[in-house]
């Protein structure tokens, strides 16, 4: 029953993989890999990983959901109603796709893994506790760390206004004033007669 | 259910994600595909974990570190597709060919 369960999550994980880069939506997209990974989740908790599987469960549903919104941001093709085919390089990126799967196949089938299987009644949310508060709390607090540095870079990257000015947002890399107290022309950049000062860049002379 | 049938599902998921990230020009479809070829590496990771690796926690703390990574390549990856098309109007990878405007 177990193996049924197995094969059933697996097929269905790849499945939904390959239609996320065939269907006509965006949307639609984010929900087959929403699928794929909460298939993955399943094999998880399958295979005794009661947190991990969980965890991938419950985090792809709410990424994935927020990445809905910006599919819905992007999407050029509303509704998938037109057939939508954004590719380039498809020869090249089909024979990559093929030769990383026949690579990893490849080892699947030949390698001779130690046969170490997970002792039945085995703690193994407790042991991961200790584990991430015990000898690997370094790479805990780092990945931690990481994250935090993460969502400071995101709203950085994001946000309309940059380090340029308040408006500066959707004008790109201007570069800053010659002399902030004043608002002086950047360097290489002259007034437009009729300008007010923003939205222009360099490269008049 | 074994090792080979779990790292075979786990290759297949990783060259779908190669396959996507590599041929999509949609800058957020790579995005996607990325994210499948993690997926693909958590399950091989929790795979070796519960199969050869006799249940050793340190198993678990790299599916979670995969996990950790993804969440971070989602973040900034779509902040700097916002940065992008803010400066530049473009959410393509061909619109990207040059550092100059």
Known sequence: MTGVA???????????????????????????????????GAILLLLGGAYLGMALLFMMTVEMT??????????????????MNMTHQPRLAAVAGWAAFAGGAAVAWRS???DRPLPAGKAVIAELGTELMGRSMLMFETAGVALVATMIGAVVLSSRRSRYGQDAGDDGSLPPVLDPATGAYPAGVLPE???????????HS | MSLTAALLIASALFGLGLWGALGQQSIVMLLMGIELMING???????MWAYAAGGEPKGQLLVVIAMAVMAVE???????V?????ARQVDLTEGLDSLAR
């Open chain 1, 6 to 40: 197995f094969w059933v999550f697996g097929v269905a994980a790849v499945v939904a993989g390959w239609r996320v880069f065939r269907t006509d939506s965006m949307v639609r997209a984010t929900f087959l890999l929403l699928a794929s990974f909460l298939n993955v």
């Open chain 1, 66 to 83: 927020v990445m809905v919104i910006f599919m819905v941001a992007f999407m050029m093709n509303p509704a998938g109603l037109n057939p």
């Open chain 1, 112 to 114: 001779n893994f130690p």
């Open chain 1, 193 to 203: 007669p009729e300008a007010s000062g923003h939205g222009h860049h360099g490269g």
């Open chain 2, 41 to 47: 590496v958590m399950l091989a990771g929790g795979a």
């Open chain 2, 74 to 80: 989602m973040a900034v990856g779509f902040a700097i």
């Open chain 2, 82 to 86: 916002v940065a992008v098309y803010r």
